[in-house]
C-alpha cells in the first residue's frame, strides 16, 4: 500500500484509504481462516486395531490433542499479528522506527527458521515454506509495507516454532528410530504382505512401542501406528540412511 493512499488527505483520498483497508482486512482474514482449517482439523479415526495394542491407540490419541493445542496457540498468535497489522495499516504508522523493527524481526526470523530446519531435517518442506514467508515479508519491506511484512514475519516465526517443538519431542522421546531410503511402508500387521497403512518419508523419526522379532511396531508424530521392518530404521546417531528392503 502506498504512502499516498495512507496520506490521502482529500475525500478521494480517505476513499482509497478505506478501500485499501478493507483489502488488506480481507486477504488477512482469509490467510487465517485458512491456517485456522488447516490446525483445527481434528486427526483421522484410527484404523482398527490389527495385531496392535489398543493402549497404543490411547496415548497417540492423548499425544495427537496435546499436539492440536499447541498449534491452537499458535494459531492464536497469527490472530494477534493479523490485528496488530490492522492497527498498524489504520493508524498509518510507517516511520523509521516501525522500519527499522520490522528489518530487526526480519533477521531474528531467519535465524530462528534456520535453527529449527537444522533441529528437524525430516521437515525440510515445511522451512522452505516458512523462508517463502520471509522472502515474501522482504518484498513487503522493501514496497514500504511494514505492516504486512511483519505479519508475515510473524507467520514464518510460528511455522519455525512448530518445527522446534517437534525436534524438542524427538529429542526427548525414548526408542527413537529414522527412517531409512527415501519412501517406505507403515504396515498394519508384521509382515511385507500386510495392508500399507501409511508411506514414511526418508528420516522422519517414529517411535518405537513393541518388537515381533525383526519387525518393530511403531508411532509417528502424525498418529499414524504401524509396524515396520527393523532393517528400515536407524538409531539416533547412526550414519546415513542406506535403502533396504523389504518395504
Same mark, same amino acid.
Given at each position: 500500500? &502506498? ?6 488527505? #482529500? ?15 480481507? &486477504? $488477512? ?12 482439523? %481434528?486427526?483421522?479415526?484410527? %484404523? ?22 499447541? !498449534? ?10 493479523? !490485528? ?11 516511520? #523509521?522506527?516501525? &522500519? ?5 524481526? $526480519? ?18 518442506? #515445511? ?13 513487503? $519491506? ?21 518445527? &522446534? ?50 519387525? $518393530? ?23 546415513? %540412511?542406506?535403502?533396504?528392503? %523389504?518395504?
Amino acid at each position: 500500500m &502506498g504512502a499516498s493512499l495512507l496520506d490521502g488527505r #482529500t475525500g478521494g483520498g480517505r476513499s482509497c484509504v478505506r478501500a485499501s483497508r478493507a483489502r488488506v482486512a480481507g &486477504g $488477512l482474514a482469509v490467510s487465517v481462516l485458512l491456517s485456522s482449517c488447516a490446525l483445527l482439523r %481434528p486427526p483421522p479415526p484410527a %484404523p482398527p486395531p490389527e495385531h496392535i495394542d489398543v493402549s497404543v491407540y490411547k496415548r497417540v490419541a492423548d499425544e495427537r490433542a496435546e499436539v492440536l493445542e499447541k !498449534e491452537n496457540e499458535r494459531l492464536r498468535a497469527d490472530l494477534r499479528a493479523a !490485528e496488530e497489522t490492522l492497527l498498524a495499516v489504520e493508524s498509518g504508522m510507517k516511520g #523509521t522506527q516501525r &522500519g527499522a523493527e520490522a528489518v530487526s524481526m $526480519l533477521a531474528e526470523a531467519r535465524l530462528q527458521v534456520d535453527r529449527a530446519a537444522k533441529r528437524a531435517p525430516w521437515r525440510a518442506s #515445511t522451512a522452505a515454506e516458512a523462508r517463502e514467508k520471509l522472502d515474501e515479508a522482504s518484498r513487503q $519491506l522493501a514496497d514500504g509495507h511494514i505492516g504486512s511484512a511483519i505479519f508475515f514475519v510473524s507467520r514464518a516465526a510460528r511455522i519455525a516454532g512448530t518445527i &522446534g517443538a517437534e525436534a524438542d519431542l524427538v529429542a526427548k522421546e525414548q526408542g527413537v528410530r529414522f527412517v531409512k531410503g527415501s519412501r517406505v511402508n507403515l504396515r498394519g500387521a508384521p509382515s511385507k504382505d500386510a495392508a500399507v497403512r501409511a508411506v514414511l518419508s526418508g528420516g522422519m523419526p517414529v517411535f518405537l512401542e513393541h518388537t515381533a522379532g525383526d519387525w $518393530l511396531l511403531v508411532r509417528t508424530i502424525a498418529g499414524e501406528v504401524g509396524w515396520m521392518h527393523a532393517s528400515l530404521l536407524r538409531e539416533k546417531g547412526a550414519g546415513a %540412511p542406506v535403502p533396504a528392503s %523389504p518395504r
